[in-house]
């Protein structure tokens, strides 16, 4: 699939693939986004090639495609080798992965128009042990904050 493949290349080769006029969503961050220049901003940090840098190495893999040339939905895993923060939280040199889900439509020419994303947050976070429940809900008790 170009799309994850331009990925690993550039956030220029990713951007390649939006039409003029479109609309990109992530649903988990509350982004959207509908200009170029936002989008290579976001895109930028996963062609990373430094694994010494923090950013990590982002490995993307397709699990599955269920569309055609007009709309499709791409079930993947993500995995950032090297990444030394997930969300502003250190991940304190735990390597973790989650899973998504990106629906595109395509124009006539097969750029994208359209992308919604939705990802788990919560398995990674879980990873890195903050108390979340990978089964919905606060695993253990937080406290509250002291009076000061």
């Known amino acids: 699939m170009l799309w994850l493949k331009a990925f ?10 939006y039409a003029d006029d479109f ?7 509350d982004q959207s986004i509908t200009d170029k ?10 062609a990373n090639k ?7 190495i982002n490995l993307f893999r397709i699990d599955e495609y269920i569309g055609d040339a007009r709309s499709g939905i791409i079930r993947w895993t993500w995995e950032p080798a090297g990444s030394a923060a997930f969300l502003g939280v250190p991940t304190g040199g735990k390597t973790f992965s989650t899973s998504g889900q990106t629906f595109h439509i395509y124009d006539a020419d097969g750029r994208i128009t359209r992308e919604s994303t939705y990802w788990d947050a919560v ?15 606060v695993a253990a008790p937080v406290p509250a904050p002291a009076a000061v």
């Open 8 to 17: 690993r290349e550039s956030a220029e080769k990713v951007c390649a693939l």
């Open 37 to 46: 220049e936002d989008l290579h901003r976001v895109f930028a940090p996963y």
């Open 23 to 29: 609309l990109f969503e992530d649903l988990i961050l």
């Open 123 to 137: 398995s990674p976070l879980h990873t890195l042990g903050l108390p979340v429940s990978i089964h919905g809900g």
């Open 50 to 56: 430094d694994l010494d840098n923090g950013i990590g």
